[in-house]
């Protein structure tokens, strides 16, 4: 009868130790998977307020350059004042039309993101012929979200790094910085401000690509 004892208490602990190890394998599991989600989320979060910052405060130090250099705006050259008569009330104003609607785009892209990939297994290359391509199908169907998707990644990098160029550009000529000033006056060198949007927007049309592609083998994994 002593054996029988032995091996009921045997097997008790077997069961129990099995079912500690279990548990600590679920929860390591658990902690796996929600250790990559978190990230995600974080970095999404990141990236956001990132942008957001980084638009305001070159709007912010754009406007304070323009005072210190014009108060009365009789210098400035850009056109909603020079041609329309704009003061700073106007320009304010657009400043908020323009900002609102990019964070609303980079909140679409980042939070709300529009997958717009094929179906078979496509390289690089032959991702990017079909993104914008007419015969793509998703483009077709949902265009108007691919548009939001699109510029929301594009349209606030553009406008920080165009911010960027105006805060050197102003700073420049607030300090009367002589090789800048000769350029200005000499080759118009500020007329690359109001190339450089466009500019910038064919140039990050690449790495927004890249991006998609990498979200795309994610997906497919």
């Known amino acids: 009868h002593f054996t029988p004892i032995m091996t009921n208490a045997t097997n008790k602990r077997l069961c129990a130790i099995k079912t500690v190890h279990s548990r600590r394998t679920l929860a390591a599991s658990v902690r796996k998977t929600d250790k990559p989600l978190m990230l995600i989320k974080d970095r999404r979060h990141y990236e956001f307020y990132s942008l957001l910052t980084l638009l305001i405060l070159t709007r912010v130090a754009d406007g304070i350059l323009t005072y210190k250099i014009t108060p009365d705006l009789s210098r400035e050259l850009n056109p909603l004042v020079s041609i329309f008569g704009f003061g700073w009330a106007g320009l304010i104003i657009v400043a908020l039309v323009i900002i609102i609607p990019t964070v609303i785009l980079s909140y679409y892209n980042i939070y709300k993101p529009f997958d717009n ?19 793509n199908p998703t483009l077709k169907s949902s265009s108007g979200k691919i548009i939001i998707h699109t510029l929301g990644y594009i349209v606030p990098r553009v406008f920080i790094l165009w911010g960027i160029w105006v805060i050197i550009h102003n700073y420049l000529v607030l300090t009367d910085e002589p090789t800048y000033k000769y350029l200005r006056i000499e080759y118009k060198i500020w007329i690359i401000g109001y190339l450089l949007p466009g500019i910038l927007g064919v140039l990050l049309s690449n790495p927004f690509l890249k991006r998609e592609y990498t979200r795309y083998i994610h997906a497919k994994r």
């Not at 990939?117 to 007419?134: G, M, R």
Request: aromatic share 32%; net charge positive; charged share 25%.
């Open 117 to 135: 990939f094929p179906d078979k297994n496509t390289t690089y290359s032959e991702f990017k012929k079909f993104y914008f391509n007419a015969a």
